[in-house]
């Protein structure tokens, strides 16, 4: 298995992975209300790609974020963070670890590109392990309706989402979602034995 950048040849098999895994109507969920216009940030949409005996690539697994700001009366002016999803891994690899990969290999990325908050929609239960919360988006508003309960929170840099309210409204690619300057006091934070190996996976695949 190869987890490297996503890149445009890979878009057609991530559309397919993502009808299968969310069905047709996905994009009438919220979050895409945030994702319409904007492309994807490239350095941290990775895909998780295998080889059949003829050199093939299958796509096994995709995850992409999103810049979006939080609150601000003037656009651009909130507190910027990253909207991550969405992920999906091919039905036959799940619950095998890849969609942990893909999640703490592409959050330490962001961490160390100086990248300070992510926000999502998505599965508490299944996200908590990675360190989300809802108790950081309470004071937030997504643009359509959504199960507050599945309205969820990270901090990569300790309090980047204190004081972050209001309405998320998406982002174009290049704003400041990173503080300039910024580092990444947390870039290894997640589960140490794992980021190890993955770091070197990392440079691996993007030397
Ligand atoms: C959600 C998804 C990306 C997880 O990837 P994965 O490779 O299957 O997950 P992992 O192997 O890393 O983790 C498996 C663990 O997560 C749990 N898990 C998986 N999906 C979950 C969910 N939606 N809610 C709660 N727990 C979940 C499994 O029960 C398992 O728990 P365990 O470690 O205690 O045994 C993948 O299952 C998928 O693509 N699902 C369909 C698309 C989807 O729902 N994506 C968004 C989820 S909000």
New binding site residues.
């Given amino acids: 298995m190869i987890i490297s950048l996503e890149e445009p040849r890979h878009a057609a098999a991530i559309e397919a992975l993502l009808d299968r895994?969310?069905g047709p109507d996905r994009f009438k969920k919220t979050a895409y209300k945030l994702r319409d216009g904007v492309d994807p940030i490239p350095e941290l949409s990775l895909v998780a790609i295998e080889h059949d005996e003829f050199g093939n690539e299958i796509l096994e697994?995709t995850i992409r974020y999103w810049p979006v700001t939080i609150g601000g009366q003037v656009a651009g002016s909130g507190v910027p963070a990253l909207l991550l999803?969405?992920?999906?891994?091919?039905?036959r690899?799940?619950?095998?670890?890849?969609?942990?990969?893909?999640?703490r290999m592409s959050l330490n990325k962001a961490a160390a590109l100086g990248h300070r908050a992510v926000i999502?929609?998505?599965?508490?239960?299944?996200?908590a392990?990675f360190g989300f919360t809802r108790d950081l988006t309470l004071g937030m508003a997504l643009p359509g309706p959504v199960d507050l309960d599945?309205f969820l929170g990270l901090e990569l840099a300790p309090g980047a989402l204190a004081g972050a309210a209001g309405m998320v409204g998406s982002a174009e690619v290049g704003m400041p979602s990173v503080i300039p300057n910024g580092v990444a006091p947390l870039a290894m934070a997640f589960s140490a034995s794992r980021d190890i190996s993955e770091s070197r996976l990392w440079r691996a695949r993007t030397a």
Wanted: glycine share 22%; proline share 6%; charged share 15%.
């Fill in positions: 895994s969310f697994g999803g969405p992920i999906a891994v091919s039905e690899l799940q619950g095998g670890g890849l969609g942990s990969k893909l999640i999502l929609v998505g599965d508490a239960p299944y996200y392990r599945r």
